[in-house]
C-alpha cells in the first residue's frame, strides 16, 4: 500500500515540477483582471486573461496578497496549453520538492516493510487447540 501510495505522490510531484519548470522557462506574462477574490485560509482568485494570440481565457489560481475584484495583476501562461497559468513572482521549487521527499520517505517506507522479516506474512497461523491433552 505505502508502494501505491509513493506512484501516486511522485507522479502528483512531477506535475506539480513540470508546471513551475514549463512556466518558468517559456511563460508568457499578459496582464490579467481578477473577477472573483476568495480571501481566507485557502486564497483564490479568478482571473480573465487574454493569450498573446488573442484568445480570452478565465482561470482560478492561488495568490497570497490581498486583491480586489476588478484591479489588474501581471500572470504567466504557457502558450502551448493556455490554460496552465499563475502569478510569475510565485515559482518556488519547494512545494514540487516537498512533495517528491515525502514519495521517497513512502518508498523506503515500503521498501522496510517489505523486508522486515518479523513483520506479517501470507503463511497461514498453525492451529491451535484450546484443549491441554
Same mark, same amino acid.
Given at each position: 500500500m505505502a508502494l501505491v501510495g509513493a506512484v501516486i505522490v511522485f507522479v502528483?510531484? =512531477?506535475v506539480q515540477l513540470h508546471t513551475v519548470y514549463v #512556466?518558468?522557462?517559456?511563460g508568457e506574462v499578459v496582464t490579467a483582471t481578477l473577477l472573483d477574490v476568495k480571501n481566507g485560509k485557502r486564497a483564490r482568485i479568478?482571473?480573465?486573461?487574454?493569450?498573446?494570440e488573442g484568445e480570452p481565457l478565465t482561470a482560478k489560481i492561488?495568490?497570497?496578497?490581498?486583491?480586489e475584484r476588478?484591479?489588474?495583476?501581471?500572470?504567466?501562461?504557457?502558450?502551448?496549453?493556455?490554460?496552465?497559468?499563475?502569478?510569475?513572482?510565485? =515559482?518556488?521549487?519547494?512545494?514540487?520538492g516537498m512533495v517528491l521527499g515525502l514519495g521517497v520517505v513512502l518508498c523506503?517506507?515500503? #521498501?522496510?516493510?517489505? #523486508?522486515?522479516r518479523g513483520g506479517p506474512?501470507?503463511?497461514?497461523r498453525p492451529e491451535v487447540s484450546p484443549y491441554p491433552w
Amino acid at each position: 500500500m505505502a508502494l501505491v501510495g509513493a506512484v501516486i505522490v511522485f507522479v502528483v510531484g =512531477f506535475v506539480q515540477l513540470h508546471t513551475v519548470y514549463v #512556466l518558468e522557462h517559456r511563460g508568457e506574462v499578459v496582464t490579467a483582471t481578477l473577477l472573483d477574490v476568495k480571501n481566507g485560509k485557502r486564497a483564490r482568485i479568478t482571473v480573465s486573461y487574454t493569450t498573446r494570440e488573442g484568445e480570452p481565457l478565465t482561470a482560478k489560481i492561488r495568490y497570497d496578497t490581498i486583491r480586489e475584484r476588478g484591479d489588474t495583476i501581471r500572470v504567466v501562461y504557457d502558450p502551448q496549453k493556455p490554460s496552465r497559468v499563475d502569478v510569475p513572482d510565485g =515559482f518556488s521549487y519547494w512545494v514540487p520538492g516537498m512533495v517528491l521527499g515525502l514519495g521517497v520517505v513512502l518508498c523506503v517506507a515500503a #521498501l522496510v516493510m517489505a #523486508l522486515w522479516r518479523g513483520g506479517p506474512s501470507n503463511q497461514a497461523r498453525p492451529e491451535v487447540s484450546p484443549y491441554p491433552w
